[in-house]
Structure formats: structure tokens, C-alpha cells
């Protein structure tokens, strides 16, 4: 991370009030590709990581049952409640939470993780870290949408300000996924430096949670590595 979580903090609550305004088109094709690809099932539980003033929880809160909105910057978290108050959007809950600690409620039995513009803060070893993390609360999928890099690093280029941004390449993103048990199902192409990826819990790492979760055990040979496949 080039910043402090402090730092970061600082960053969004200064911008907050008027975070909203000036969204360029790629930002809202990412924004809206990532709402799409989460699609929650009406009793489906939500967690959106980086969720700022709620781009993405907001719209998910209309068909999921509940939508966990977490982040670092007060400010940020302010404007969301503000904004779901204005909606009358009940199923949504923001509070502070970090990728790496994201503060589920112990209540809360996550199906869909989501993250849009906002792990890219992130060192490369870091957003591996988060992944675990966020595979650990065993989700059906995750969609993260973000600054990433399908070809060479270019800071001339939209999205990517070396002095606060740390943007992974796909690839690095997509082992990261592979290796927590998660397949990714698709990859969205939005700019050079802007995509969505979509992974999905791979079979045999759902079949050992589903086999401990009524006291099984797997037949033999069934070992880890069959069950991170690239897609
Ligand atoms: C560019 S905004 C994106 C907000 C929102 N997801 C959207 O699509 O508009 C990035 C957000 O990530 C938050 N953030 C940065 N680092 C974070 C971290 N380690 N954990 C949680 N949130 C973080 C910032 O506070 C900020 O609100």
C-alpha cells in the first residue's frame, strides 16, 4: 500500500461531499458490470468492500435481503447511510471495515462479495491477503471490479496514479483467486487499466465445506489442488 489506511481515510473524507459528481464513463460501465455479475438471489446476504457512498451496495439493496456496505472513511460511510435514508433502503447496514478485517456480523452468512474501485489501494501481497480473507467467509461468488492491468503499467493513462494507486495485473489477480478455491467465471475487458473479474467458489472446495458441514468426509484422492482450475 503507497498510503496508510489513515492516509486513505483522509483522502476519501475530504472528497465525500462530492465524490458522486463527474464519474467518468468507463468508471460507470465498471460500476455497472459489477452490479450485474453480482445479481443476488432475494435472500441473498451481500458484502461490498470499499463501498464508499454505496454505488454498489445501494442498487444491490434492492434485491438482496441484506447488503453489508464496509469501508475505511467515515466521510464516505456518511453519504452512503445518507443516500439509502433518501431510498428508504432498509436492507442495507454501512459501517467500518477493512478489506483484511471486514467486520461481518456473526449473524451474517455471506453469498456474494463485492468490490468496485477500491482494492487497487492495495499492495499486491495485500489484496492476496484480502482474497484469503474474503474466501474464508466462503462466498458463492465474488465480483471485483477495479483498476487493474491487462497490459503494461501506463500512468499517462486514465485510472492509475502511481503516488496512490498500486494496481494489480490480471494475472496476478486471477492466481490470487485460483488459489483461494475461487474459478473466475468471467473477465470483463472495460478499459486497458479497468476491469471486472468474476470468481466462483470451484467445486471440490464447495464439496468440502458441504461435506463438513454435515460431518462427511471426502472419498480419497480428492486433494486440494483439483479444485482451483483456471478457467
Ligand atoms: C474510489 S472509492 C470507490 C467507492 C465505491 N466502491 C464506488 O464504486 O464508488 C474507494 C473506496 O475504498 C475505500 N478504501 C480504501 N482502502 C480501503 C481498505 N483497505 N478497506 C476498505 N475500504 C478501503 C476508500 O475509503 C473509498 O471509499
Redesign the pocket.
Known sequence: MKQS?ED??AR?DEKAGD?DESKSEEYRAC?SLVVDHAAPDPDDTVL??????G??ALPLAEDAARVIG????EG?LEQAREKAAERGLEPVEFGE????EPAVPDDADVDVVT????MH??SDAEKREAIDVIADLEPDRIVLGDVMLFGEADPEEPFYSPEVDDPATVGVLADAFTDAGYALTAVELVHDQVGVLVAERSGARAADSAADASGGSEPDGDDESSGADEP
Open positions: 489506511l486513505h481515510a476519501f465524490y460500476a461490498d468492500l470499499g463501498t464508499g457512498t454505488a454498489i464496509r469501508d475505511i472513511s464516505m471495515g477493512r478489506f483484511r468490490s468496485n474501485f477500491a489501494h492495495l
